[in-house]
């Protein structure tokens, strides 16, 4: 059985949805902004913006959504 990668099941993600970092976790990746990094290396077109999210302390927590730029590989 074919084991998918880190960063191919983001990039699978992305061409469906958009991304935060708490979202990302769900599907196994720590650590968001570096798996962008490498996709945005490696040619792919992500853009992002500050979005705020509810925080486990009754508070908000500003994080980065990333979305794939449609018609971008």
Do not use: Q
């Amino acid at each position: 059985m074919a084991t998918i990668t880190k960063k191919a099941a983001i990039l699978a993600a992305l061409h469906k949805r958009s991304l935060n970092r708490f979202e990302a976790e769900r599907i196994g990746d720590h650590c968001l902004h570096s798996t962008i990094s490498e996709l945005r290396n490696d040619g792919h077109s992500i853009t992002s913006s500050w979005e705020t999210v509810p925080n486990r302390f009754d508070g908000e927590t500003r994080v980065k959504r990333y979305f794939l730029l449609r018609g971008a590989r």
